[in-house]
Structures are given as C-alpha cells and as structure tokens.
C-alpha cells in the first residue's frame, strides 16, 4: 500500500467499518489512488484479466460504501460525490472506473429505496447486500441486455425468464456484457415471470449460484479490464425476496429517474476521465519533445500546438462544469428535466474529440503500443457503445422540444 494511502485511511482490519467520511476526504482518497491504478492498467488492459487488486486498494480506501445510507453503515454520498470520486479513479484506469459506477448506482437506489415508504428494493435484501458490502469488497450490478433483444432501453422484453417453483424462482436465460462478471458478488437479472399475467422485474443472485454461468467472451478493443462477460442461467434459483420491481409485463421497462440521472451521469463521467489522461500524457509529450528542425524548442512552444491543446482544455472544462452542475442540481432536486442525457451527449462528444486532438498532436507517437496514450484512445472510443447513442439523444430532446412548443402555440 502507498504511503500516501496509509497517511489518508484509518485502519480498516476491524469487523465494523468506521465512521462516515466527508466528500472531501473522501475524494482525497480516491486521488491518491490514481498513480497506483495508472500503473496495473497495463497489465490489465493487455490481458484482460479482472481487476482484483484495483479492488482490494478502493476497498483499503473505503470507498466502496461510498453511496450506501449513513443510517445503514455507509457515507451517504449524492451523486455529485459520487462522481467526484468515480472521475478520480476514471484518470487512473476507467474500467476500474465503471464496474464502480455501476456498483455505485445500485447501491444509491437501494438507499433511495429505504428512504421511500414502499421502496422497491425488499428490506431483507437490502440489508444482506448492504452487510456484505460493509465487510469486503461485495459488487453489485445488473445483468440486462441479451444476445437477441439487445439493450432493453430500445424496447422489447427480455427472453430471460423466471419459473415460478417453491418459495422463490427458477432463471434461465442468457445474458451478454455484464460488467465485472467474476469480480461480482451479487448480479441482478431483468427477466420476465412465467405467470398467467407476465410480469417484469429484476432478480437478484449471488455471483456463485448453481445453474448461473459466466462465459470468459469478452475481448474488446478497449476497456478490457471490465470483464464484461456473458451469463448463462438455467435452473438458478432465488428466494421471494430476492425478486425487485415486478410489474406487468405489458408495460415494458419503466426506467426510473433517479437511475437514469445516476447511470448516465457516472458513465459519462468514466469516459471525461479517459479524455483526461490522454491530456495528461499529452502535455507531458509537448513538453518533453524538441524535433531537430526546432532548433532545441519543444513542440509546446508552438503557437498551433498552444491552440489545440487549449481547444482540449476548453473541452474538458465545459465536460466537468456541465457534470459537476447537473450532479449538485440533482442532489439539491432543482437539476432540469432531460438535462443529464444532454451532458452525457456532450461529455462523450467532447471526450471523442479531446481523444482525436491528441492523436493529431501526437502523430505516430500516438499510436505506438509503447505509450498510454494509444490505451486512451481505444478506451474513449467505447464511450459510444453505452445506450442511448448521442443520436437517440438528440432524437429524444429534439421531440420533447417540438412538443413542448406545439403545445404552446
């Protein structure tokens, strides 16, 4: 462990955890983290192996109870912590960084939940997952899109299905990119119920149960380290309890909005970090080479490289302003409706551009297996592959736009 990590945390080899932290310190933590993170990236990266150590430092940090309720052991964190601390770790490796969103996000509903008179989340599971969570590193997310439908945010069911047997259900299905598959300890699965009247929900099983599967199938260009393997299910068996937010089929997949506004915040928040540190590595590059042909100046005395790489800088503020603004406007409740899809938009613009300015910059260099930045690049690229697309963005805003001045006139 660094000795800038042991001079931030209090001892954590208790059987309870400590007291909550306040965002800053917090958030000082997950900085401190960076540098390490930075350096096992490419290893992981070129194997594609799961991220366990990076793990095992956040949860040294005490980081991985950052959005479960104070009242239930955890530091209560809003989004906009959230995504501090999710941007901090995106700079150091972004995989990392989302296979954390997503534990983060559905912990932040389940704390929504046991604020709510009839929460979605059962009590006895949100306790259970909460414990283990308290005591090690116990990731949670979803497993939902299919080989067939796609992602479900485009419509359509699910072909998994849950049986209905004694005292629980039965899943059998096939699930693609889950992310942190065997780094996970609890998955949950969108499926739709076997009954007269169907029913769609989401059931949640421990990573290990008997008739679940994950299938070693991921090998993408970039993010790697996320693991983002399939599921087969057959015959996995979950108690009642364990079952979250049946409703009626017949109704589709009704997105709340609280999940939204976290899901798509801390997504786009991953892929700002990856634009970052192609920055980061890009400065020090400028800096540090000096072409004969400048007589012993370095390409950052140039006034055309100043001007790109202030056009990056100019991309990356405006990123951070907007994100930083929807996340504190969330937690306060004033945050507009539709704003958080249009920062995913421009954040995940910006973030592709930020990534083509720096290869322009950088010429060959940039492309060598030899430098990070080409790790950089492959990684922002995948920021396009998260539902909506931009395009399916500005379709949506362009059509509430319309609407709302129809109605007006």
């Not at 104070?70 to 960084?97: F, N, T, W, Y």
């Not at 299905?173 to 929900?201: C, M, N, Q």
């Not at 430098?371 to 362009?398: A, D």
């Amino acid at each position: 462990m660094s000795a800038v990590l042991q001079a931030l945390q209090q001892p954590l080899d208790t059987a309870s955890p400590g007291p909550a932290l306040d965002e800053a310190r917090l958030l000082a933590r997950a900085q401190a983290l960076i540098g390490e993170l930075a350096a096992l990236a490419e290893a992981h990266d070129a194997s594609g192996a799961a991220p366990a150590p990076q793990f095992a430092l956040l949860h040294q940090a005490d980081l991985l109870r950052l959005t479960i309720a104070r009242e239930a052991g955890g530091h209560g964190a809003g989004l906009a912590s959230a995504r501090a601390v999710v941007g901090a770790i995106a700079q150091g490796d972004p995989a990392v960084a989302l296979i954390l969103a997503m534990h983060y996000s559905n912990h932040a509903a389940i704390a929504r939940s046991q604020r709510a008179a009839q929460g979605e989340w059962p009590a006895a599971l949100a306790d259970e997952l909460i414990a283990a969570s308290l005591q090690g590193p116990a990731l949670l997310n979803a497993a939902q899109v299919e080989p067939e439908l796609g992602s479900p945010s485009h419509g359509g069911l699910p072909a998994a299905r849950a049986r209905r047997v004694a005292g629980g259900w039965q899943l059998s299905g096939h699930k693609v990119y889950v992310t942190g598959g065997p780094l996970l300890a609890w998955i949950s699965v969108l499926a739709v119920t076997d009954e007269p009247e169907p029913r769609l929900g989401s059931f949640v099983l421990p990573r290990d149960t008997a008739g679940a599967r994950l299938l070693d199938t991921w090998n993408p260009m970039g993010m790697r380290a996320t693991v983002s393997q399939d599921l087969v299910l057959d015959g996995a068996w979950v108690p009642d309890h364990h079952a979250v937010g049946l409703r009626p089929a017949s109704l589709g997949l009704q997105r709340e909005a609280h999940g939204i506004a976290w899901y798509f915040s801390l997504v786009a928040t991953v892929y700002d970090g990856a634009a970052r540190s192609a920055r980061d590595w890009l400065g020090a590059f400028l800096n540090q080479r000096r072409p004969s042909a400048l007589g012993g100046a370095n390409l950052a005395s140039l006034t055309t490289v100043q001007e790109k790489f202030g056009e990056i800088e100019v991309l990356l503020q405006t990123s951070d302003w907007l994100l930083d603004s929807h996340a504190r406007a969330y937690d306060s409740g004033t945050a507009p409706d539709g704003l958080v899809a249009v920062a995913k938009h421009v954040a995940v613009d910006n973030a592709l551009r930020v990534a083509q300015l720096a290869l322009e910059l950088a010429g060959n260099h940039g492309l060598a297996r030899r430098n990070p930045l080409e790790r950089h690049l492959r990684n922002v690229l995948c920021s396009q592959i998260h539902s909506p697309s931009n395009s399916l963005i500005r379709s949506n805003t362009g059509r509430a736009a319309l609407q709302k001045r129809q109605a007006a006139a």
